[in-house]
């Protein structure tokens, strides 16, 4: 009996894998499903991610929460978005973070604990893979 | 009242660690971050025969020595709401008798708008570029920022208040950042050419230097105040170059001296590139004291300049650097202090959070216009030394860390 479950586990996890390999290449940068916002410009998601703005375009407060170093949309999120090098972000925070002008936006996990703090989060602004998308948080761009 | 500042940390500390899991979990806004940074110093000869001590300090002598750039801090950041946040920094740093503590800032922070920010409390001088983060060795590329610039300003924290005001302009960033305050608590070491003089100043100039002055390479330092303290700092860039300006004044008291509200003001301006691998780094100040404070604290100014480049991990840089009088009127005390040095530095990446750098500087000091003594930032002149050099060399070795 364990011994099914296990495998059934196991089976899922690779049948995932091979899903999340096929739609890896999208990462959607999300809201609260109440935001009224009605998307983002990389460039303005990009201030937001490095505290130098903390609004969005609508007014509401903007707090961005990141994913762990790592994980893979985070790579990809700090290639296209960002454009720093983790290197180059550490470098960029201790600067802001020990002069008291600013804190990096809260890790918080990996995309399932990403979306699920968004959705809960009225504020919030997160990246997660394409394929974690639902109805939970809403698309404010795609990055292909 | 220390260890009441222990125990409160000790607690908030302890409060951390219990949210850091429910941060975790997803809520609570408490953050814990540090920073440190283990050195060694080395001066390649005596400049007195009668001590190792090469710095005027003391700290760096020509034994290899840890204490003068070594240091670790923990600063703990709370929000208390969406608006308000409080943090506070703690800071050791390596001394003769071990390891001393002291509360380096500690203020709250409310956003009043979006490019609004208003702090109050203990918090950092923003003299210069990298003022605001001067312990955080991995935030900048060398091991210490050139002294011949950073020395000058005694005062490293202001009590009172500052706003942060910040203007967007696409991919630029104006910050104007004016402040208010005292400082108390500071120490200066005061130079040592007028120890021996201390008890025979009278309060009205022009005291003579009568007093028979104290063994050469004397290090004293004095308890001072600043109050009235007022300035600004401007500042303009992207996050590929900052180009900044402040200006401050303050009325300086030191009993030990006799000085009472004298005047000073201090004026900086400075630049920072890091584009495509190159990084360059230059700033020049100049600083007026009038009266008796003149005396420890002389009219000087100093620049450098500092180019580097990026190889992947590797950021080999050199550095140029002069303290110079600043026409110091010869009826007063002052005792300018004039040295040039040429720094050649590498800093190497030891993944992200981490650096190790070394460093070689070739010091020269030099006897200023309006006299003075010929040892610019040493504890004696090495002309004069058991070697007869006319500069010395300091190595230095250092690995930071921020976490």
Known sequence: MKKHKFLAVVAATVLSLGTSIAAQAALAIVAHP????????????????????????????????????????????????????????????????????GQP????????????????????????????????VKVLFIIP | MKKKLACLVGASLACGAATAVAASAGDSGISLSGFLTAGATYADQKVLSTT????????????????????????????????????????????EDGFNMKADWAFVSYRAADPLTIRGGKLKLTTFLVSDYIEVGYAYPW?????????????STLSGADALVRFNFGDYTLLFQPYYGVSRGEQALVPQEVIGAIPQ????????????PSPAGTVAYTDFTADSLTGVNLSFGSDVFTVRAGYLQTLVSASAFGVSQEKATFTSVGGTLDWKGLVLYTEYFQREIEGLANMAFPNQKGAYATIGYRFGKFLPH??????????????????????????????????????????????????????????????????????????????????????
């Open chain 1, 105 to 136: 936006p809260r890790e918080i996990g990996d995309d399932a604990a990403v979306k699920a703090w968004v959705a809960s989060n009225p504020e919030a602004i997160g990246y997660i893979d394409g394929k974690f998308v639902d109805g939970s």
């Open chain 2, 52 to 95: 190792n001590a090469v710095s005027q300090d003391g700290n760096i002598e020509n034994t290899v020595g840890f204490t003068n750039d070594s240091r670790i801090g923990i600063q703990l950041s709370a929000k208390v709401n969406r608006e308000v946040s409080v943090t506070g920094q703690l800071l050791a740093r390596g001394s």
């Open chain 2, 201 to 212: 100043i009278t309060f009205t100039p022009p005291a003579t230097l009568t007093a028979s």
């Open chain 1, 34 to 101: 109440s935001n009224s916002v009605s998307g983002i410009r990389a460039d303005d998601a990009q201030r937001i991610f490095l505290g130098k703005s903390g609004e969005f375009a609508n007014g509401r407060r903007a707090v961005p929460v990141d994913q762990t170093p790592g994980s893979a949309s985070r790579t990809k999120f700090m290639k296209s978005v960002i454009q720093k090098s983790e290197d180059e972000l550490k470098g960029y925070w201790s600067k802001l973070m020990f002069s008291g002008k």
């Open chain 2, 143 to 155: 091991i210490r920022p050139p002294q011949e610039v950073y020395y000058a300003n005694p005062i």
């Open chain 2, 318 to 403: 050199i550095t140029y650097a002069t303290l110079d009088d600043n026409d110091n009127p010869t009826t007063l005390f002052g005792q300018p202090l004039k040295q040039t040095s040429a720094t050649l530095g590498l800093r190497y990446e030891l993944g992200t959070g981490a650096a190790l750098k070394i460093e070689a500087q070739q010091v020269k000091p030099e006897a200023a216009n309006t006299g003075g003594p010929a040892r610019g930032l040493l504890i004696a002149n090495p002309a004069t030394g058991p070697e007869l050099s006319d500069n010395v060399m300091i190595y230095s070795l250092a690995v930071d860390v921020v976490f």
